[in-house]
């Protein structure tokens, strides 16, 4: 005879959660733009219709960059036009810069991601300019998105971690994210780990006190799963307050310029992780290993245990315990 | 110019875990067992005595079953005499019933770990006995440790998790504890996600209440990676006050009757993940990536995050940050 499903753990030895997060999609993105062979722009727009369906809160479809820097996003524009949306559903597109954000605006997008890279050497990589020199820039991007009505949320890449620098320290982090409050007008800041170097108390410490100290703007987590720690950084962060994640569908994805790095965390791990948990993700985690497997066949490959795995035996047909049964 | 190391995050913001912890190696038995090919003994017994030169505290070497179920261990009592027994390290051994214990105990190990599954239905697959009617049989390995004064641990399989009941519940579980420390004497428990089905909140809930319930045992956790929560787990662990882990190096391993099971979580992984944190394991990363090399060249794969993307490069040669470091 199975067992029930065991009771969650008496509250008060439980991990404090929050009872509920968004998790962002950034597969369309960050996933198909490292793919060498381009993806074509029906597929694009029929895996992210797919990841509509499942009830997930944000997609970032795609990213306005120059064609030549990511031939794989050239068809940035068809696939926004071309998505059913989704009552309920943000489409999101990152822009590293202005004209990318007159690009994203005039195709209609619901917010836009703009990113900046927290450590110099990094950001000149990727954009000849210092961090602070990018962060000039973005006024452009922040007024035009203020023009048109449209949210600009500011992400700052390597900021728990970097592959030239090391780690830069919580206080420049501190400073930059007060500039994007304050210069740029963000409401929503999004920390990355770029290339899966940050350990969770590195993640519990930099988010906590980033939430403590900027009260009222919406703190994301863009992890990555390099080294492992990919859902325990999760876990650190939830515990720390943070309720906005990305994860990528079938933890497709890394980082063009940075060395050594791959994978974002996989959405269907993320999700099984948070329901086991009893946090609520609103994503039905049966559709979105369809979407997983849908992924897979697109690309050729995938990294995310539970694509293989399955979800735990006694959740499937996916079912978490829920607080207070016996 | 790299940055510095950045200062670990305010300890007032930081999560609550142990100042060190103990690793069990568990590789050359729970990794090796599953492998199709005999490994030659000398190559066992090189990987043991690379792994005991890293700062390993403690390292399953075997398991004393019959030759038949897992002729991968048909070599225990060679590989057992064939160790250069370095001093500090505890070689230990897994035995199934006192027929093994007996061969533990003339082979000598520093202790046996004894395996008893939580559930009926994957101890009835794995011994044609219910869990009370293997806890009964216990008793006889109990009576030859004492006798020899050699420390019978317990540990038990499934409990956080069993392929075919799905999760025990909590008092279930309390209740073998209790037998295995009333009637089998055990100060040193050990308590498996065997097929990588638990989630941290479990994992803390469970072994919060185990440690408030047991006062004066020794609790460890041993997890697998297959739903990709293996770290996350530790995080979890950690917090719930554990302090001992097992960890197989290179990830290796599974559990031959356990279907779907794969990887236990992999002890490079997880030894960069706590140093990164600030929790001492004693070990040497550098080492250890060494003997993963190793053991991936003695079998033929891996899966261990760490051995592809290497430390965090602000570690690497390895280094973490140091508490109080500016």
Redesign the interface.
Known sequence: M?????????PR???A?PAGVTICEVGPRDGLQMEKTFIPTAAKVALIDGLSATGIGEIQATSFVHPSAVPQMADAEEVISGIARRPGVRYTALVPNERGAARAVAAGVDAIDLVVSA?DSHCLANTRMTTDQAMQRARGVARLGAEANVEVRVGFATAL??????????E?VERLVGAAVETLGARHVNIADTV???????V???M??LI?TFAGVTFSLHLH????????N???GL??GVTNFDASIAGLGGCPYAP?A?GNI?SE?CV??LE???VRTGIDLGALLAEGARAKALVGHAD???L???????LGPYRA?VAGEA
């Open positions: 199975p067992h029930p499903i065991a009771p969650p753990p008496d030895t439980g991990l959660l450590t971690g970097c592959p030239f620098e090391g780690f830069p320290p919580y420049r899966g170097m940050a350990d969770p108390q590195r519990h410490g930099f906590r006190r403590g799963d390099t080294r492992g720690m990919g859902l325990a999760v876990l650190a515990e720390a050594g791959s996989s791990d099984h992780m086991a948990m009893g995310s245990a539970l293989e795995a399955g979800p735990a035996r006694a315990p």
